[in-house]
């Protein structure tokens, strides 16, 4: 394990929990924050409200559901996008949306790759395996400040 971070932006607590499962089944040990909705996601990337003043980590990828309280998914992804800072940041949308809108607007605002969350335990964690395995170690990522 290094000092990948993984932000998991899920609102729904038992999402939270298969995810961090798959996670672990999988083997990927990596830092796993939690944002369980939009604002708190935002916070966190651009170190304000409760994440001000902390030293600035940015996530290697951000796992963000599409479907979230306070600031949906696609305004998080769109402020992320038009911040010259994380611009670049990897995001792959992880959604149980299956609306031909959400994915169109999810890849035009910028994101990486768009990931619908498959009903069984077994076919999720398999799916949390491959995106960790291609984002946080095949991947280079940008240069992010």
Request: glycine share 4%.
């Given at each position: 394990?290094?000092?990948?971070?993984?932000?998991?932006?899920?609102?729904?607590?038992?999402?939270?929990?298969?995810?961090?499962?798959?996670?672990?089944?999988?083997?990927?040990?990596?830092?796993?924050?939690?944002?369980?909705?939009?604002?708190?996601?935002?916070?966190?990337?651009?170190?304000?409200?409760?994440?001000?003043?902390?030293?600035?980590?940015?996530?290697t990828v951000v796992l963000l559901?599409?479907?979230?309280?306070?600031?949906?998914?696609?305004?998080?992804?769109?402020?992320?996008?038009t911040n010259e800072q994380t611009?670049?940041?990897?995001?792959?949308?992880?959604t149980s949306s299956k609306e031909?809108?959400?994915?169109?607007?999810?890849?035009?605002?910028?994101?990486?790759?768009?990931?619908?969350?498959?009903?069984?335990?077994?076919?999720?964690?398999?799916?949390?395996?491959?995106?960790?395995?291609?984002?946080?170690?095949?991947?280079?990522?940008?240069?992010?400040?």
């Amino acid at each position: 394990m290094d000092n990948k971070i993984i932000l998991l932006v899920e609102d729904n607590p038992d999402d939270v929990d298969l995810t961090i499962r798959a996670l672990i089944k999988k083997k990927i040990l990596n830092k796993v924050v939690v944002a369980h909705d939009g604002a708190e996601a935002l916070d966190y990337i651009f170190q304000t409200g409760m994440y001000q003043g902390m030293k600035r980590t940015l996530p290697t990828v951000v796992l963000l559901d599409i479907k979230l309280p306070k600031i949906d998914g696609l305004e998080v992804l769109r402020r992320i996008r038009t911040n010259e800072q994380t611009k670049l940041l990897p995001v792959v949308i992880l959604t149980s949306s299956k609306e031909e809108q959400d994915i169109f607007s999810g890849y035009k605002l910028g994101a990486n790759s768009y990931v619908r969350k498959p009903v069984d335990f077994e076919q999720f964690a398999d799916a949390i395996q491959y995106l960790g395995l291609y984002w946080l170690i095949v991947n280079e990522p940008p240069p992010i400040s």
